[in-house]
């Protein structure tokens, strides 16, 4: 995908969260936790792949160069495909993750399978060290803590 479909893309659903967070603080205090709870998360999540994504696409204007796709090495006899695309695989590996938070949410609570989900999804999927992942976990964690429990004043 090009830089700037990548960003049109996470603009639109910057555009779309923000819309729902907004309309979620119109309803009345019990119906609103739900799309809050959905829509607060999103626009956050997708705040920051915004956010990476032009910080990504400054940087190779910097350098002059684009980004080209890493190359795999192959055994020179095989001439078969793989069973998956490595695209494909990336979009169940992400269906595995979501489908594991949900029975985390089912059996642990949502306040407990959050922080464990978040720091396994960005050490394991998005391969990030394991300082960055345990302080997004823990603030993300915090921030839905503070957001629902003690602003709304709800349980998740």
């Known amino acids: 995908m090009k830089r700037t ?22 309803y009345a205090k019990r119906p609103r936790i739900v799309p809050l709870t959905l829509s607060i ?16 696409s400054r940087r190779a204007g ?4 684009s980004e080209t ?8 006899g095989e001439d078969r495909e793989p069973f998956l ?3 494909t695989r990336k979009i169940l590996e992400t269906w595995a993750w979501i489908v ?3 029975l985390g949410i089912n059996f642990l609570g949502f306040m407990v399978a959050l922080p ?9 999927f998005a391969k990030r060290t394991w300082k960055l992942s345990v302080l997004i976990s823990a603030s993300f ?4 803590y503070l957001i629902f429990y003690v602003g709304l004043k709800t349980n998740l």
């Open 62 to 65: 910097k350098k002059g160069t």
């Open 100 to 102: 594991a938070l949900a």
């Open 141 to 144: 964690t915090l921030a839905v």
């Open 116 to 124: 464990i989900f978040l720091l396994g999804f960005i050490k394991f």
């Open 69 to 76: 796709p890493a190359k795999t090495t192959e055994d020179p």
């Open 5 to 26: 479909e990548e960003i049109g893309f996470a603009s639109l659903m910057v555009i779309a969260f923000a819309t729902f967070v907004i309309l979620g603080w119109g």
């Open 41 to 56: 998360p999103g626009l956050a999540l997708s705040v920051l792949q915004l956010g990476n994504i032009i910080v990504k």
């Open 85 to 87: 695309s490595a695209q």
